[in-house]
């Protein structure tokens, strides 16, 4: 059975996004970034929500061509390229870069890819993640907490009917005060 890991970058007060999907305020430290390319490397299939998907297939197809590149972002680009992903849309009509599209239920297809075997699942997307979280199908929590403050956006978490308990796998303090955490689902 594959692990679904659930991560982004967040502010202090919750949110992926403030109002208007901003992220300028989400600018990671090389070290941070360093951090999430080492992450995005050990993902055997990538879930995106449409948003996440629209954002990520905008820059990260050429990524590494672009005038300043550091060296993990090269190798960022060139990773995101060769991960298989899902995208799930009732919106789209095609989508590429190793990417197959789902317009279907998605917690049933989430369900049935974590039945698979293979590496894990990382999805990206609030909207997305908090479907298959109110389904209990997130294994791991993966939080980069910035310092700042924005009163409201998209949320990282989701109204749930029951409590989930989680136990802390790590903690680390990364340049600029953004604090990473990780969390498994105890099960």
């Known amino acids: 059975m594959r692990k679904l890991v ?9 949110y992926t996004a403030a109002a208007g999907d901003d992220i300028g305020w989400s600018g990671p430290s090389d070290e941070l970034f360093q951090w999430w390319l080492e992450h995005e490397q050990t993902t055997g299939l990538s879930l995106y929500g449409r948003k996440m998907w629209e954002a990520m297939s905008s820059y990260w197809p050429t ?10 972002e090269i190798e960022f680009a060139r990773n995101w ?7 799930f849309s009732s919106t789209l009509e095609e989508v590429d870069w190793n990417t197959r599209l789902v317009t279907g239920d998605a917690v049933a297809e989430i369900s049935r890819l974590k039945a698979d075997d293979g590496g ?3 999805i990206g997307g609030a909207t997305l993640a908090a479907a298959a979280m ?13 310092p700042v403050l924005v009163g409201g956006g ?4 989701t109204a749930l009917d029951d409590w989930v308990d989680l136990n802390l796998l790590e903690t680390r303090t990364f340049p600029g005060g953004v604090v990473l955490t990780r969390y498994e689902t105890r099960r």
């Open 6 to 14: 659930y991560g982004m970058n967040l502010t202090l007060d919750g």
């Open 81 to 87: 390229r060769d991960t298989p992903k899902v995208v």
């Open 120 to 122: 894990p699942m990382h």
């Open 154 to 157: 998209t949320p990282f978490f």
């Open 134 to 146: 109110r389904a209990g199908l997130i294994d791991e929590y993966v939080i980069a907490t910035h």
């Open 63 to 72: 990524g590494d061509r672009q005038p300043g590149a550091t060296a993990a």
